[in-house]
Protein backbone atom coordinates (compact mmCIF):
# COMPACT_ATOMS: atom_id res chain seq x y z
CA UNK A 1 0.00 0.00 0.00
CA UNK A 2 1.22 3.18 -1.16
CA UNK A 3 -0.54 6.38 -0.37
CA UNK A 4 1.74 9.14 -1.79
CA UNK A 5 2.04 9.37 -5.67
CA UNK A 6 5.23 7.78 -7.02
CA UNK A 7 6.80 7.30 -10.24
CA UNK A 8 9.09 4.44 -9.48
CA UNK A 9 6.79 3.01 -7.56
CA UNK A 10 9.21 2.86 -4.58
CA UNK A 11 7.83 3.19 -0.95
CA UNK A 12 8.22 6.47 0.10
CA UNK A 13 8.26 7.15 4.11
CA UNK A 14 4.75 9.53 4.69
CA UNK A 15 5.69 12.48 6.83
CA UNK A 16 3.35 13.62 9.56
CA UNK A 17 1.57 16.60 8.92
CA UNK A 18 2.23 19.89 10.60
CA UNK A 19 1.24 19.65 14.71
CA UNK A 20 -1.05 21.81 15.63
CA UNK A 21 -1.02 23.58 18.44
CA UNK A 22 -4.22 22.18 20.40
CA UNK A 23 -2.56 18.61 19.94
CA UNK A 24 0.29 19.16 21.91
CA UNK A 25 -2.18 19.77 24.89
CA UNK A 26 -3.47 15.81 24.55
CA UNK A 27 -0.97 13.53 26.47
CA UNK A 28 -2.30 10.29 24.42
CA UNK A 29 -4.18 9.90 21.29
CA UNK A 30 -5.89 6.69 20.55
CA UNK A 31 -7.62 6.20 16.84
CA UNK A 32 -10.60 3.54 16.56
CA UNK A 33 -10.30 1.67 13.33
CA UNK A 34 -11.68 -1.01 12.04
CA UNK A 35 -11.47 -3.08 8.33
CA UNK A 36 -15.10 -3.15 7.93
CA UNK A 37 -18.00 -1.47 8.70
CA UNK A 38 -21.05 -2.64 11.38
CA UNK A 39 -18.31 -4.18 13.59
CA UNK A 40 -18.97 -1.77 16.23
CA UNK A 41 -16.25 0.73 16.19
CA UNK A 42 -18.23 3.36 17.22
CA UNK A 43 -20.10 1.67 20.37
CA UNK A 44 -16.15 0.69 21.47
CA UNK A 45 -15.22 4.11 20.78
CA UNK A 46 -18.08 5.80 22.67
CA UNK A 47 -18.04 3.53 25.48
CA UNK A 48 -14.28 3.64 25.48
CA UNK A 49 -14.57 7.14 25.76
CA UNK A 50 -17.09 7.39 28.40
CA UNK A 51 -14.96 4.65 30.10
CA UNK A 52 -12.38 7.17 29.98
CA UNK A 53 -14.33 10.18 31.71
CA UNK A 54 -16.04 7.90 34.18
CA UNK A 55 -12.61 6.73 36.01
CA UNK A 56 -11.57 10.53 35.80
CA UNK A 57 -9.76 10.98 32.52
CA UNK A 58 -9.98 14.44 31.14
CA UNK A 59 -11.50 13.14 27.38
CA UNK A 60 -11.98 13.66 24.01
CA UNK A 61 -14.50 11.75 21.66
CA UNK A 62 -13.33 13.39 17.92
CA UNK A 63 -15.79 11.31 15.24
CA UNK A 64 -14.48 11.94 11.74
CA UNK A 65 -17.01 9.51 10.03
CA UNK A 66 -18.30 12.13 7.26
CA UNK A 67 -20.75 9.10 5.58
CA UNK A 68 -22.11 7.78 8.61
CA UNK A 69 -21.44 9.49 12.19
CA UNK A 70 -23.18 7.36 14.74
CA UNK A 71 -21.29 8.94 17.92
CA UNK A 72 -24.17 11.72 18.20
CA UNK A 73 -26.32 9.10 18.30
CA UNK A 74 -25.08 6.81 20.67
CA UNK A 75 -24.12 9.28 22.98
CA UNK A 76 -27.47 11.14 23.08
CA UNK A 77 -26.17 14.17 21.64
CA UNK A 78 -28.29 14.12 18.16
CA UNK A 79 -29.65 17.31 17.22
CA UNK A 80 -26.86 19.58 18.93
CA UNK A 81 -25.17 22.30 17.17
CA UNK A 82 -22.07 23.24 19.33
CA UNK A 83 -21.56 26.61 20.20
CA UNK A 84 -18.56 28.80 18.54
CA UNK A 85 -15.83 31.41 20.25
CA UNK A 86 -15.28 32.88 17.07
CA UNK A 87 -13.59 31.02 14.61
CA UNK A 88 -13.02 28.03 17.66
CA UNK A 89 -15.74 25.24 17.89
CA UNK A 90 -17.03 24.63 21.46
CA UNK A 91 -16.93 20.53 22.20
CA UNK A 92 -20.15 19.30 23.78
CA UNK A 93 -19.64 18.51 26.82
CA UNK A 94 -20.91 14.84 27.43
CA UNK A 95 -20.14 14.94 31.38
CA UNK A 96 -17.44 17.25 33.49
CA UNK A 97 -14.97 14.85 31.69
CA UNK A 98 -15.80 14.32 28.51
CA UNK A 99 -15.82 16.75 25.53
CA UNK A 100 -17.41 15.80 22.00
CA UNK A 101 -17.18 16.56 18.46
CA UNK A 102 -19.04 14.83 15.85
CA UNK A 103 -18.96 15.67 11.90
CA UNK A 104 -22.67 14.73 12.48
CA UNK A 105 -23.02 18.12 14.68
CA UNK A 106 -22.41 20.07 11.84
CA UNK A 107 -24.16 18.46 8.09
CA UNK A 108 -27.08 20.10 7.91
CA UNK A 109 -29.50 17.50 6.86
CA UNK A 110 -28.51 13.58 8.33
CA UNK A 111 -30.47 12.39 5.53
CA UNK A 112 -28.52 13.57 2.27
CA UNK A 113 -25.02 12.02 1.32
CA UNK A 114 -22.26 14.02 2.21
CA UNK A 115 -19.91 14.27 -1.53
CA UNK A 116 -16.55 15.65 -0.54
CA UNK A 117 -13.04 14.65 -1.84
CA UNK A 118 -10.20 13.39 -0.17
CA UNK A 119 -8.47 16.74 0.41
CA UNK A 120 -11.59 18.17 2.09
CA UNK A 121 -11.97 15.58 4.09
CA UNK A 122 -8.29 16.41 5.29
CA UNK A 123 -8.94 20.17 5.56
CA UNK A 124 -12.03 19.57 7.83
CA UNK A 125 -10.21 16.81 10.21
CA UNK A 126 -7.54 19.34 10.75
CA UNK A 127 -10.04 22.13 11.64
CA UNK A 128 -11.47 19.41 14.21
CA UNK A 129 -8.53 18.95 15.56
CA UNK A 130 -6.63 22.81 15.20
CA UNK A 131 -9.86 24.51 15.86
CA UNK A 132 -11.38 23.35 18.90
CA UNK A 133 -11.48 24.23 22.19
CA UNK A 134 -10.20 20.62 23.44
CA UNK A 135 -8.15 22.51 26.59
CA UNK A 136 -5.61 20.03 28.45
CA UNK A 137 -7.27 16.41 27.86
CA UNK A 138 -5.39 13.22 28.85
CA UNK A 139 -6.84 11.00 26.27
CA UNK A 140 -8.28 11.89 22.93
CA UNK A 141 -10.55 8.85 21.50
CA UNK A 142 -11.15 9.40 17.62
CA UNK A 143 -13.36 7.68 15.83
CA UNK A 144 -12.74 7.50 11.99
CA UNK A 145 -14.63 5.60 9.64
CA UNK A 146 -14.22 1.80 8.28
CA UNK A 147 -11.07 1.03 6.18
CA UNK A 148 -7.53 3.10 5.24
CA UNK A 149 -8.94 5.57 3.14
CA UNK A 150 -8.26 9.67 3.52
CA UNK A 151 -10.03 10.10 7.06
CA UNK A 152 -7.66 7.47 9.18
CA UNK A 153 -4.30 8.50 7.13
CA UNK A 154 -5.14 12.46 7.73
CA UNK A 155 -5.79 11.69 11.36
CA UNK A 156 -2.83 9.32 12.03
CA UNK A 157 -0.44 12.23 9.80
CA UNK A 158 -2.20 15.03 11.82
CA UNK A 159 -1.83 13.57 15.28
CA UNK A 160 1.51 12.15 14.15
CA UNK A 161 3.26 8.91 15.55
CA UNK A 162 2.36 8.74 19.21
CA UNK A 163 -0.79 8.00 18.00
CA UNK A 164 -1.89 4.98 18.42
CA UNK A 165 -4.97 2.62 16.84
CA UNK A 166 -7.05 0.18 18.53
CA UNK A 167 -8.17 -2.03 15.85
CA UNK A 168 -12.15 -3.52 16.04
CA UNK A 169 -12.68 -6.58 14.49
CA UNK A 170 -15.63 -9.10 14.74
CA UNK A 171 -15.05 -13.00 14.40
CA UNK A 172 -15.33 -13.85 11.00
CA UNK A 173 -12.81 -14.08 8.55
CA UNK A 174 -13.71 -11.26 6.00
CA UNK A 175 -13.59 -8.83 8.86
CA UNK A 176 -10.18 -10.14 10.21
CA UNK A 177 -8.89 -10.05 6.84
CA UNK A 178 -9.59 -6.58 6.70
CA UNK A 179 -8.00 -5.84 10.52
CA UNK A 180 -4.71 -7.68 8.91
CA UNK A 181 -4.46 -4.49 6.50
CA UNK A 182 -5.74 -2.07 9.18
CA UNK A 183 -2.26 -3.11 11.28
CA UNK A 184 -0.40 -2.97 8.15
CA UNK A 185 -1.51 0.27 7.91
CA UNK A 186 -0.17 1.50 11.14
CA UNK A 187 3.34 -0.47 10.24
CA UNK A 188 3.16 1.84 7.11
CA UNK A 189 2.63 5.04 9.20
CA UNK A 190 4.83 4.42 11.86
CA UNK A 191 2.14 4.07 14.43
CA UNK A 192 1.67 1.50 17.27
CA UNK A 193 -1.13 -0.52 17.89
CA UNK A 194 -2.27 -0.30 20.90
CA UNK A 195 -4.71 -3.56 21.08
CA UNK A 196 -7.20 -5.33 18.87
CA UNK A 197 -10.45 -5.80 20.11
CA UNK A 198 -12.96 -8.66 18.85
CA UNK A 199 -16.58 -7.41 18.89
CA UNK A 200 -19.88 -8.98 18.58
CA UNK A 201 -18.11 -12.31 19.72
CA UNK A 202 -20.97 -14.36 21.18
CA UNK A 203 -23.92 -13.94 22.70
CA UNK A 204 -24.93 -13.18 26.11
CA UNK A 205 -28.16 -14.86 26.50
CA UNK A 206 -29.51 -12.88 29.45
CA UNK A 207 -31.88 -15.69 30.35
CA UNK A 208 -28.94 -18.45 31.53
CA UNK A 209 -26.71 -15.66 31.96
CA UNK A 210 -24.11 -17.29 30.04
CA UNK A 211 -22.30 -16.32 26.63
CA UNK A 212 -23.06 -18.66 23.61
CA UNK A 213 -20.51 -18.86 20.75
CA UNK A 214 -23.09 -18.75 17.78
CA UNK A 215 -20.52 -18.21 14.84
CA UNK A 216 -16.56 -18.81 15.82
CA UNK A 217 -14.58 -16.88 17.80
CA UNK A 218 -11.27 -16.09 18.63
CA UNK A 219 -10.34 -14.98 15.35
CA UNK A 220 -8.80 -11.00 16.45
CA UNK A 221 -6.65 -12.91 18.91
CA UNK A 222 -5.32 -15.51 16.80
CA UNK A 223 -4.81 -12.56 14.56
CA UNK A 224 -3.13 -10.30 17.42
CA UNK A 225 -1.00 -13.29 18.16
CA UNK A 226 0.36 -13.63 14.43
CA UNK A 227 0.65 -10.07 14.52
CA UNK A 228 2.41 -9.55 17.79
CA UNK A 229 0.00 -6.84 19.06
CA UNK A 230 -2.05 -6.98 22.20
CA UNK A 231 -5.45 -8.88 22.79
CA UNK A 232 -7.30 -6.43 24.92
CA UNK A 233 -10.41 -9.17 24.64
CA UNK A 234 -13.87 -10.29 23.50
CA UNK A 235 -17.32 -8.80 23.42
CA UNK A 236 -20.21 -10.65 23.26
CA UNK A 237 -23.42 -9.21 21.38
CA UNK A 238 -25.32 -8.25 24.07
CA UNK A 239 -29.26 -6.72 23.43
CA UNK A 240 -28.89 -4.33 26.20
CA UNK A 241 -25.05 -2.87 24.43
CA UNK A 242 -27.72 -2.07 21.47
CA UNK A 243 -30.46 -0.78 23.32
CA UNK A 244 -28.16 1.57 25.23
CA UNK A 245 -26.67 3.04 21.42
CA UNK A 246 -30.06 3.50 20.15
CA UNK A 247 -31.11 5.49 23.72
CA UNK A 248 -27.85 7.51 23.53
CA UNK A 249 -26.85 6.04 26.94
CA UNK A 250 -23.35 5.29 27.41
CA UNK A 251 -23.39 1.25 28.14
CA UNK A 252 -20.80 1.43 30.93
CA UNK A 253 -22.47 3.42 32.80
CA UNK A 254 -25.68 1.76 32.62
CA UNK A 255 -25.03 -1.83 33.33
CA UNK A 256 -21.48 -2.36 34.79
CA UNK A 257 -20.84 -6.22 35.81
CA UNK A 258 -22.52 -7.80 32.64
CA UNK A 259 -19.57 -9.86 30.12
CA UNK A 260 -20.09 -7.03 28.03
CA UNK A 261 -19.18 -3.95 30.50
CA UNK A 262 -16.38 -6.35 32.07
CA UNK A 263 -15.11 -6.87 28.17
CA UNK A 264 -15.50 -3.15 27.54
CA UNK A 265 -13.42 -2.30 30.83
CA UNK A 266 -10.23 -3.96 29.79
CA UNK A 267 -10.19 -2.02 27.13
CA UNK A 268 -10.49 1.07 29.16
CA UNK A 269 -7.90 -0.01 31.45
CA UNK A 270 -5.60 -0.87 28.70
CA UNK A 271 -6.16 2.71 27.38
CA UNK A 272 -5.66 4.41 31.17
CA UNK A 273 -2.33 2.39 31.31
CA UNK A 274 -1.62 3.62 27.98
CA UNK A 275 -2.56 7.68 28.81
CA UNK A 276 -0.10 7.16 31.56
CA UNK A 277 2.69 5.81 30.72
CA UNK A 278 2.15 8.55 27.36
CA UNK A 279 2.36 11.24 30.41
CA UNK A 280 5.41 9.93 32.18
CA UNK A 281 7.13 9.99 28.72
CA UNK A 282 5.68 13.71 28.33
CA UNK A 283 7.34 14.61 31.81
CA UNK A 284 10.39 12.98 31.00
CA UNK A 285 10.56 15.20 28.50
CA UNK A 286 9.17 17.77 29.66
P1 LIG B 1 -19.48 0.49 13.18
O1 LIG B 1 -19.03 1.78 13.82
O2 LIG B 1 -18.39 -0.53 13.12
O3 LIG B 1 -20.14 0.68 11.85
P2 LIG B 1 -21.54 0.51 15.22
O4 LIG B 1 -20.76 0.81 16.46
O5 LIG B 1 -22.35 1.61 14.62
O6 LIG B 1 -20.60 -0.15 14.11
O7 LIG B 1 -22.46 -0.75 15.57
C1 LIG B 1 -23.33 -1.31 14.60
C2 LIG B 1 -24.58 -1.80 15.31
O8 LIG B 1 -24.24 -2.90 16.16
C3 LIG B 1 -25.23 -0.76 16.22
O9 LIG B 1 -26.62 -0.87 16.12
C4 LIG B 1 -24.76 -1.13 17.62
O10 LIG B 1 -25.68 -0.75 18.62
C5 LIG B 1 -24.65 -2.63 17.51
N1 LIG B 1 -23.63 -3.22 18.38
C6 LIG B 1 -22.30 -2.96 18.39
N2 LIG B 1 -21.67 -3.72 19.29
C7 LIG B 1 -22.61 -4.49 19.89
C8 LIG B 1 -22.61 -5.50 20.90
N3 LIG B 1 -21.47 -5.89 21.48
N4 LIG B 1 -23.80 -6.06 21.23
C9 LIG B 1 -24.95 -5.70 20.63
N5 LIG B 1 -25.03 -4.77 19.67
C10 LIG B 1 -23.87 -4.17 19.30
Not at 129 to 144: I, K, T
Request: hydrophobic share 45%.
Amino acid sequence: MNHTSCDSGAQKPLQPLEVPSAIARIKSKIVVLSGKGGVGKSTVAANLAAGLALEGLKTGLLDVDVHGPSIPRIMGLAGIKPDMAGDTILPVEWNWNLKVVSMGFFLPNPDEPVIWRGPVKGGVIKQFLHQVAWGDLDCLVVDCPPGTGDEPLSVMQLLGPDAVALVVTSPQDVAIDDVRRSVAFCRELGNPVLGIVENLSGFHCHQCGTVHDIFKSGGGEKLAEASGVPFLGRIPIDTEVGKAADQGEAYLAVKGTSPAALAFRQVVLAAVAHTEAASATLRAGA
